[in-house]
């Protein structure tokens, strides 16, 4: 059973970058097929996706977050991480890895990002 765990700092300070990583269990980070996503909801707001990752050849961008997202992978680790930079108060989110075949099948469950001074 594959379970995604996301792990980073819960603070954040404006302009600095937010770094997550999450770390899956249970399976392959390089099964084929499978987009590795990173997805966030601001607080009184729906599901934002940001990105996700296939292989190391071939990364997506929500192209509103595209300027300031980077999206990477650890395949010795089995991890893959997200890079949000200049950030602003508005980025206060929690965030969730997540894996996506045919729709998203398996969450991690969440981490609480703020970002203020």
């Known amino acids: 059973q594959v379970q995604l765990q996301e792990s980073g700092p819960g603070l954040v300070k404006p302009s600095q970058t937010l770094s997550l990583t999450c770390t899956v269990s249970g399976g392959s980070i390089t099964t084929n097929y499978y987009y590795w996503s990173w997805i966030r909801q601001p607080p009184g707001k729906g599901l934002e996706w940001m990105g996700a990752?296939?292989?190391?050849?071939?990364?997506y961008y929500n192209p509103s977050l595209k300027s300031r997202t980077s999206i990477s992978r650890d395949t010795s680790k089995n991890q893959f991480t997200l890079q949000l930079s200049s950030v602003t108060p508005e980025d206060t989110a929690v965030y969730y890895c997540a894996r996506r075949f045919n729709g998203y099948d398996v969450w991690g469950q969440g981490t609480q990002v703020t970002v203020s001074s």
């Open positions: 990752i296939l292989d190391s050849d071939n990364t």
